[in-house]
């Protein structure tokens, strides 16, 4: 084990994981202690610069999907974060599961990372689906979910690589949930710098009187008034 992955696996031991998957459960979302320092982070943010690094750019206004624009790692992805994500898989795999569960649907993914990203591949799914996301004064996002095919991982990690309220303001992150037949419960949260943020790709079980339920919800970024936001966002399946 490298230096690199034994600093990630401290670093992510140091969340309460039982009390992270309760808040999930309860809210769809929530942060996890810190991940990368400030310097490690700004590292990471200044990557954006190093096109070679990545397999393609999306304009977001060009896609109609907001304003500003993020990359996709290459699967020779930098350390830092290859040894995040296989950290935090483990981690989240329990709450994986138990939501399958609960759902009543089947949970494909194994023990190992590499096993479940080597089934993803032999679907189809080969393509990296890390993202470095860089937003400016204007730049938001719009409300989505990182699907990618047909096989998911349940939950993603976005890290902040900057400061709010010093880098820039704005940009907090956004999740809506659609209730059955109700309005939707919309949250919105300000991200520190360092820490991960743990959300659901796409749903979340909620009980009702006939049972569990999925609670369907998607995520964005609201405006950026101000400065440079950067996030590193951890997916757990390939694209295909």
């Known amino acids: 084990m490298t230096r ?5 696996r401290r670093r992510v031991a140091a969340t309460d994981w039982g009390a992270l998957a309760a808040e999930l459960d309860a809210q769809g979302s929530a942060s996890t ?27 977001l206004a060009r896609h109609r999907y907001g304003s500003g624009a993020y990359r996709y790692f290459t699967h020779d992805l930098p350390a830092p974060v290859a040894a995040l994500r296989a950290a935090l898989y483990p981690r989240l795999l329990p709450v994986a599961r138990d939501w399958a569960a609960r759902l009543g649907r089947p949970a494909p993914w194994p ?9 993803c591949h032999a679907a189809g799914q080969d393509r990296s689906a890390q993202i470095l996301l860089r937003y400016g004064p204007g ?9 990618f095919g047909d096989l998911v991982f349940p939950l993603q990690v976005v890290v902040a690589l900057d400061e709010a309220g010093t880098d820039y303001t ?21 991200l520190r710098q360092g820490h991960g943020l743990v959300f659901t790709t796409r749903d979340r079980p909620v009980r009702t009187r006939r049972g569990w339920s999925a609670g369907a919800m998607r995520h964005g970024v609201s405006t950026v008034r101000s400065g440079r936001r950067h996030t590193l966002g951890l997916v757990f399946h390939d694209a295909a």
């Not at 023990?111 to 089934?119: G, Q, T």
């Not at 704005?170 to 300000?190: D, I, K, P, Y």
């Open 111 to 119: 023990d190992s990372l590499d096993a479940w990203l080597a089934r």
């Open 139 to 147: 730049d938001w996002n719009a409300l989505h979910r990182n699907v």
């Open 170 to 190: 704005g940009g907090e992150f956004l999740m809506v949930e659609q209730w059955a037949r109700a309005q939707s419960r919309g949250t919105a949260t300000v």
């Open 4 to 8: 690199t992955e034994a600093q990630a």
């Open 33 to 59: 202690a810190v991940l990368l320092t400030p310097a490690e982070c700004r590292e990471l943010a200044a990557l954006y610069e190093k096109p070679e690094l990545f397999r393609t750019t999306v304009d």
